[in-house]
């Protein structure tokens, strides 16, 4: 029951995302992604990350646990959409933003390809794509 329900709602976000709703739209009088935290369905706050939902610390913390319980899954997804770019948290960048960060990648690969420039490979992974890459990056 509690997997159809998850799968349920991913093929209706699906579906709505296709139509053109914005990830940002409102259920129950709540963003997107709250309605998720409050439903317990990481897979759909995956989905409106990626498709760009806008995101603040203010959201996160509306998600914050009682005292005492673990973070849920949606609110962690939450905080790594929040951290600047890296490898581990692309996943959960808009399309746009994803392909940026690639198209950034094959730069630095090449560059660090020159002679005496192999250095510049962790550099540009570590530290010049993290200062650029960002959700609304085009």
Not at 15 to 44: K, N
Not at 58 to 80: C, H, I, K, S, Y
Not at 82 to 99: I, K, M, T
Not at 117 to 137: K, T, Y
Request: hydrophobic share 45%.
């Amino acid at each position: 029951e509690e997997r159809s329900s998850a799968a349920r709602s991913i093929h209706a976000v699906l579906q709505l995302l296709a139509r053109g709703v914005s990830p940002d739209a409102e259920a129950a009088f709540r963003p997107a992604l709250l309605q998720c935290y409050v439903q317990s369905e990481p897979a759909c706050a995956k989905l409106l990350l990626r498709a760009g939902a806008t995101i603040t610390q203010g959201l996160a913390n509306r998600m914050a646990p009682t005292q005492g319980a673990e973070p849920d899954e949606t609110r962690l997804l939450v905080e790594r959409a929040l951290e600047p770019w890296s490898p581990a948290n692309h996943e959960l960048f808009p399309d746009a933003a994803r392909r940026f960060a690639v198209q950034l990648l094959l730069i630095g690969q090449r560059l660090a390809a020159l002679p005496n420039h192999s250095p510049l490979a962790s550099l540009w992974l570590e530290m010049i794509m993290p200062a650029v890459v960002d959700r609304d990056a085009h």
